[in-house]
């Protein structure tokens, strides 16, 4: 079965400094992959997402992601993170059944 | 920006009781979803359905749990009789289709209803 980790609960950085966010994840077939952000009483929206083709993907709000198959990994990232950038975010791998996500990294921001 | 809607935002029950959690998807999309996340945990698939049927269910999604597309618009998450752990933020999301392989897959998610059961 499919399964999605993301090894950091919390995550406490800098305004402005870089992000690095982690998920691994394990699937039986070439993964579509995807990170979700979620605000506070808000609800999921997509970041970007990996299907196929070019392994560094842009997506919003100046985010962009990874994918490495050695590695079963699609990090996160950011060079320069805004105080608006605190949030919950998602890895989720997507199968027959729907999205697999893992359990969240909380990011918090630092004056 | 078409957007996938829910009511209520929250919604407070008794034990026991029979909720009906409302979901309108964007309105050209054929597939339909439902996840649940407890407080504190992940996000969990519920069930996604397609032609008026389930297509795909998990395991939380037991006898209790029903949905329905009533109408042309609104796609509901019915729980017959809560239990405490049933309290959590429900979202609903809807895709243009199915499968996950590409933009069109793409599951836009509601803002969710968070469901609190005494």
């Known amino acids: 079965a499919q399964s999605v980790t993301q090894p950091d609960i919390h995550i406490t950085v800098s305004e402005g400094a870089s992000l690095e966010l982690r998920c691994n994840y394990s699937?039986?077939?070439?993964?579509?992959l995807f990170w979700y952000v979620q605000s506070p009483g808000q609800g999921l929206q997509l970041l970007l997402k990996?299907?196929?083709?070019?392994?560094l993907v842009q997506g919003i709000k100046g985010f962009e992601a990874e994918f490495k198959r050695s590695q079963s990994s699609f990090n996160l990232r950011k060079p320069s993170v805004h105080w608006s950038d605190a949030a919950e975010y998602f890895c989720a791998v997507g199968g027959a059944d729907g999205l697999t996500f893992g359990k969240g990294t909380h990011l918090i921001i630092q004056p | 920006e078409p957007e996938v809607t829910q009511t209520p935002s929250h919604q407070v029950t008794q034990m026991g009781q029979e909720v009906i959690l409302r979901c309108v998807p964007i309105?050209?999309?054929?597939?339909f979803y439902w996840y649940r996340q407890i407080l504190g945990q992940k996000v969990e698939f519920l069930v996604s359905f397609y032609n008026n049927e389930i297509s795909e269910k998990s395991e939380i999604f037991d006898d209790q749990f029903s949905v329905e597309r009533p109408d042309g618009s609104n796609f509901t998450l019915k729980i017959r009789s809560t239990k405490l752990e049933d309290s959590a933020m429900y979202f609903c999301?809807?895709?243009?289709?199915?499968?996950?392989?590409?933009?069109?897959?793409?599951?836009?998610f509601g803002p969710g209803t968070r469901l609190t059961v005494l």
């Open positions: 999301a809807s895709s243009e289709r199915g499968g996950v392989g590409g933009p069109r897959d793409e599951q836009f």
């Open positions: 309105s050209n999309h054929l597939y």
């Open positions: 699937y039986g077939a070439t993964p579509y």
């Open positions: 990996y299907f196929s083709g070019d392994t």
